[in-house]
């Protein structure tokens, strides 16, 4: 069945991020000069303005610090999904993430409820990184 959501377009910032959550692993940009972290990728540290940037495996486990319940769908594509929970997950090495949790009800959903990340294959070239409560 045919992904009908709409999906990233990896760039050259991003591509290693994408090619990262398509091995299942989670990547996070850092600056070699300062350790800062960063999500989303971008070509300077937003910490130092460092320009030399490295890709480092993250542990995948974060928290929830905020997050909303979606009941009605913005397209049709996402209908099938309802309700679905999207939230910032702050993750483990420093960053804030807007992501799905799944793998619960919407009504379990705690801000503070520490989550795991997991990875969505939804095409040959893309997986979505999504977390899920940590039991």
């Known amino acids: 069945m045919a992904y009908d959501k709409p999906l990233p377009v990896p760039n050259a910032e991003s591509k290693p991020y994408w090619e ?3 091995a299942h692993q989670l990547l996070l940009q850092t600056c070699d000069a300062c350790g800062h972290a960063q999500l989303y990728p971008r070509s300077l540290c937003t910490q130092c303005q460092g320009e030399s940037l490295s890709w480092r495996p993250s542990s995948g486990q974060g928290t929830v610090y905020s997050f909303t319940v979606v009941r009605r769908a913005p397209s ?5 999904d309802l309700p679905y929970v999207i939230a910032i997950v702050e993750v483990e090495g420093g960053v804030r ?5 799944i793998g619960c009800t919407p009504e379990e959903v ?10 969505d294959d939804v ?6 990184p999504k977390f899920e409560p940590v039991k």
């Open 20 to 22: 990262g959550c398509k």
């Open 76 to 80: 049709q594509a996402f209908k099938q």
């Open 97 to 101: 993430m807007m992501t799905n949790i």
């Open 110 to 119: 705690q801000m503070g409820m520490p989550v795991r990340v997991v990875f």
């Open 123 to 128: 095409s040959q070239e893309i997986s979505l």
